[in-house]
């Protein structure tokens, strides 16, 4: 079946380090995205890219970095920079055929930093 | 950026009633969206409203584009469990890219068997 797969579900990380979340996608959309979810608020929008070897910031992109070496993946690393990492963090993907605003999210990872 | 106003924050109601979320916004937009989200995975789509006026019904949800063009809402009628998690609007946030969203703040329901 089509979809969005992120890996780890779960991940526990010392302060000071570096993270990589995975995020793959099998349904050939040429967009993908990262949204970081806290409680009580709306989901913000980390980083983009709309094509391969192409990506442009989001909302909230300090501490924050990516690459777009394949269409397929989209991985998002969590570096020390970022002052409060511990969050829910969304994958997404969006076909150019699709409803407009039609986001096909993943199940998310959820980091936290001990 | 966009501001966008969702209310209530949370519900807690019993098994078949029905239930009313809105949002509003500082500014005109084109398209509103509204998402759920189950416990412990991503939100999903339920309805998108692209016209001023527009209602829309999926199933037992039914969505308004408000007039204005700053505001909409969500009904749930008849409540049932699985109604449960959280429900998001929001719009394209602009530019060429539309997967860039504004989200609200998200409403909690909670539905009592």
């Known amino acids: 079946d089509g979809g969005i797969t992120q890996s780890p579900k779960y991940l526990f990380r010392k302060e000071g380090q570096n993270v990589t979340l995975s995020c793959e996608q099998n349904?050939?959309?040429?967009?993908m995205y990262w949204y970081r979810q806290d409680p009580g608020q709306g989901l913000r929008l980390i980083y983009y890219?709309?094509?391969?070897?192409?990506?442009q910031k989001g909302d909230i992109a300090e501490g924050y970095s990516v690459s777009r070496e394949k269409k397929e993946s989209f991985p998002l690393t969590v570096t020390s920079a970022q002052k409060n990492p511990t969050a829910f963090y969304l994958c997404a993907s969006i076909g150019s055929r699709g409803k407009t605003g039609e986001l096909f999210f993943g199940e998310g990872s959820r980091l936290t930093v001990l | 950026g966009q501001q966008l106003n969702q209310s209530p924050q949370s519900m807690f109601i019993q098994e078949g009633e029905d239930v009313s979320m809105n949002c509003t916004s500082s500014s005109i937009f084109n398209t509103w969206l509204w998402y759920k989200q189950d416990p412990g995975e991503g939100p999903v789509l339920l309805i998108a409203l692209y016209k001023a006026g527009e209602l829309t019904s999926n199933g037992r949800l039914t969505a308004q584009f408000g007039i204005t063009r700053k505001d909409s809402f969500l009904n749930i009628s008849a409540s049932i469990p699985s109604d449960v998690g959280i429900y998001f609007c929001a719009l394209i946030a602009g530019g060429t890219s539309y997967g860039k969203l504004t989200f609200g703040q998200g409403t909690i329901l909670t539905v009592h068997p």
């Open positions: 890219s709309q094509i391969v070897n192409d990506f």
């Open positions: 349904l050939n959309h040429d967009a």
